[in-house]
């Protein structure tokens, strides 16, 4: 991606990629909009239909705001020229990097699969919620060491 | 007009065309859960009558041949029940986290609530309204057997 101020068709392509993956994240992330505790009853299937429809439609918004923001944030960077770092530091960044995302993976995995008390599933939440900014964080880093 | 005008236009029918949708949806089905709209003339009056009673803090269950039972509720499952809802003392809420439903139970006030479980088992029933310091005591059980 060039720093061009004209998006071309491999930018747009780009846009709907990151559109598009965040959608599927944020489905993944809630089950696919699923309340897999409800029992069998008329009311639960107007519930069920609600939510379902609800959250995909909140998908739809998520991502394409998300997806945008991310795209043309990086898209449009502002271009600096730095010293270059010694490689090693960006190679730990990117350990981290890898290592967050894994422990992303693996704890969403278990809320959904684990038979876990609130109180845990609160707490599984939460380190969610701590390792996503600590991606932030380091994605901020690799572009802005100083 | 321009290209980034139509995108932000569509941005906005987008939200609204979600919502006006969400909305609809809404109003319809919390109307047929409301009136049991989805019921049959026949299985609205087949419809075995319960009173629910909310007190501090304890769920009261008036049974049609008189029996009360205290926290405890037991229906048949695929039988319909009309569920008149009231409070003998405080605002309460009587709500079953596995039927996705919460209903008032407001003192001097009788709702009425058809209720139909597909699925045996058993199921929490809490008041989901502050109803003063023993709030979190006012747990009961819903037994529904085949």
Known sequence: MSNTKKLTGKDYAWWTISVLALFVLFLWVGN??????????????????????????????????????????VRFRAVEVTEAKPKNVINYYYAALFIDLLAVIGITYEIFTIAISQFILGLLAAADLLLFASIIYLVYKMYYQE | MEKARIFELSTIIFAIVILTVLGVFSDIYLNSINSGAYLTAHA???????????????????????????????????????????????IHAFYIPQLGFKFEAIPGYVYDFYIVINKPGVYDIWCAEFCGPGHYLMKGTLIVVS
Do not use: C, R
């Open chain 2, 44 to 90: 609205k009056q087949d419809a075995i009558p319960i009173k629910v009673i909310a007190m501090q803090y304890a769920w009261e269950f008036i049974y049609p041949n008189g029996t009360v039972s205290i926290d405890k509720l037991v229906l048949k499952a695929n039988q319909t029940y009309l569920l008149e809802i009231t409070s003998k003392d405080v």
């Open chain 1, 32 to 73: 696919f909009g699923n309340l897999a505790y409800l029992t069998q009853s008329p009311i639960t299937n107007y519930v069920e239909t609600l939510w379902h429809v609800t959250y995909i439609a909140a998908g739809g918004v998520f991502a394409i705001f998300m997806g945008s923001i991310i795209f043309l944030s």
